[in-house]
C-alpha cells in the first residue's frame, strides 16, 4: 500500500473505497452520495468490481467515464476483504472511508469522521447503520433491523453515546493504521472489520462510535435474502468467539438459546404435551408485541411484516450461530495475524 505524504492540511485528502457485487440497484445513488459530500479537500473513489452477473459494471464504466474521481479495480474472487484490500492498494490518500454499494452517505459524513479523527485520536471512526426501506418488505426489515429487539443495544444499529468501541459499522480509518496492520485478512468473509479493528485496539489504537456519523442502508430485498444475510452473521459470530473468546456476551446467545428452546418446545409439544407449544408461543407472542413500537409511523401492510423480518433474523442468526463448522474457525485462527505495534524510534 502506498500513501502519499502530503503536508497536513485542515481537509486532508480522502480515499472512499467500495467493495461491490451485483449492486445494479443502488451503486449509482451510493456513489453520487460520495461526489456530492460537503468536504472541501481532495477526494477519489476507487470501486473494487467482484464477478458480477448484473449490470453493476457498466453502471461502474459509466461512473468513471462521468467523473475522473472515480476508478475502478478488480477482485476476482467477490470476497469484500480481498475487494477492500485491493480498493486501499489502489487508494493513495491519508485517510481511507469504506462505503459499500448499497450504503448512501449522510451530506456531512467525511468532513464530520474528519474531524472525529482529528478531535479523538482515533485510528477508526464509524456510526450509525441506519436501515431505510423502499417498499414495504424493506421498510419492515428497517424498523426489524433499528429495534433493540431485533438487534440487542447494538450502538451502531440503535444509537448511543459517543466513545470508545469494540468494533464500527464501515469506519473511517488513518491510512497509517492501515498499512501497519497489512489491510484485512480474507479469510474472514464476514466480520472482517471486527477482527480488523480487534487488531488495531491490541496495538494500543482507538476505535471511536459517534451517532453524528449515519449511513443510510438498504435492507435485503426479501425474505430468502435476509435469511441467508443473518445465517452468515450467526456462522462468522461464532468464529469469532472461537478466534476470540472474549468477544461473546449474552447478546449474541439469545438467538442460539431461542432458536434451541423453541425447537425443543415443539418437539414436547408435538410428542408429549401441548404444554411444549407455551415456549414458541411465548416467542411469537413477544415479537408480536415488540413490532407495534418497532412499527410506529409505518402503513399497515409494513408493519404486518415486522414479526416475520424479526422472526427471519434470530432464527437464522440463531442457526447460523449453531451450525457454524469447527473446521471454519480453525482455518481461520491458523490465518491469525498479530497485532502489528509501531517500533520505538531509534534515539540520536
Known amino acids: 500500500m502506498n500513501a502519499t505524504h502530503a503536508t497536513p492540511s485542515r ?6 473505497i467500495m467493495p461491490v457485487l451485483n449492486e445494479e440497484r443502488h451503486l449509482r445513488d451510493s456513489v453520487r452520495h460520495i461526489l456530492e459530500q460537503e468536504y472541501d479537500g481532495e477526494m477519489e473513489v476507487v470501486i473494487a468490481l467482484g464477478p458480477s452477473t448484473d449490470r453493476t459494471d457498466e453502471i461502474a464504466a459509466e461512473l468513471v467515464r462521468e467523473d475522473p474521481r472515480v476508478h475502478t479495480v478488480p477482485n476476482p474472487t467477490g470476497r469484500t476483504p480481498a475487494a477492500l484490500n485491493a480498493a486501499i492498494e489502489a487508494s493513495r490518500h491519508p485517510i481511507v472511508v469504506r462505503v459499500d454499494g448499497h450504503g448512501m452517505l449522510s451530506p456531512n459524513y467525511i468532513a464530520t469522521a474528519v474531524r472525529l479523527l482529528e478531535e479523538t485520536g482515533a485510528q477508526n471512526v464509524g456510526g450509525i447503520m441506519h436501515a431505510e426501506g423502499e417498499n414495504a418488505w ?56 471486527w477482527e480488523l479493528n480487534f487488531r488495531i485496539r491490541e496495538a494500543g489504537g482507538l476505535i471511536w462510535f459517534s451517532p453524528e456519523l ?24 461464532h468464529v469469532v468467539a472461537r478466534y476470540h473468546s472474549g468477544s461473546i456476551n449474552a447478546r449474541y446467545l439469545a438467538p442460539p438459546t431461542a432458536v434451541c428452546a423453541i425447537a425443543a418446545g415443539i418437539v414436547v ?19 408480536a408485541a415488540g413490532s407495534v413500537p ?48 509501531k517500533a520505538p524510534a531509534e534515539t540520536a
Open 138 to 193: 424493506e421498510e419492515a426489515v428497517a424498523a426489524a433491523m433499528t429495534s433493540k429487539i431485533g438487534v440487542g443495544n447494538a450502538a451502531f444499529h440503535t444509537g448511543g453515546q459517543a466513545g470508545p468501541a469494540e468494533t464500527v459499522f464501515l469506519g473511517v480509518f488513518r491510512r497509517e493504521a492501515l498499512e501497519q496492520q497489512g489491510g484485512y485478512n480474507i479469510e474472514f468473509i464476514r466480520a472482517q472489520d
Open 269 to 287: 409439544g408435538a410428542a408429549v404435551t401441548p404444554w411444549g407449544f407455551v415456549v414458541p408461543g411465548a416467542y411469537l407472542a413477544a415479537i
Open 214 to 237: 449515519k449511513v443510510r442502508y438498504r435492507p435485503r430485498p426479501s425474505v430468502r435474502a435476509l435469511a441467508k444475510q443473518y445465517k452468515d452473521y450467526g456462522k462468522w459470530r
Open 294 to 341: 418497532a412499527g410506529k409511523g409505518l402503513s399497515l401492510k409494513a408493519r404486518a411484516q415486522i414479526p416475520v423480518a424479526l422472526a427471519t433474523m434470530h432464527m437464522s442468526w440463531g442457526w447460523g450461530f449453531l451450525t457454524s463448522p469447527r473446521s471454519l474457525a480453525k482455518k481461520v485462527i491458523a490465518s491469525r495475524r498479530p497485532a502489528v505495534t
Open 11 to 16: 481537509h486532508p485528502a480522502v480515499s472512499v
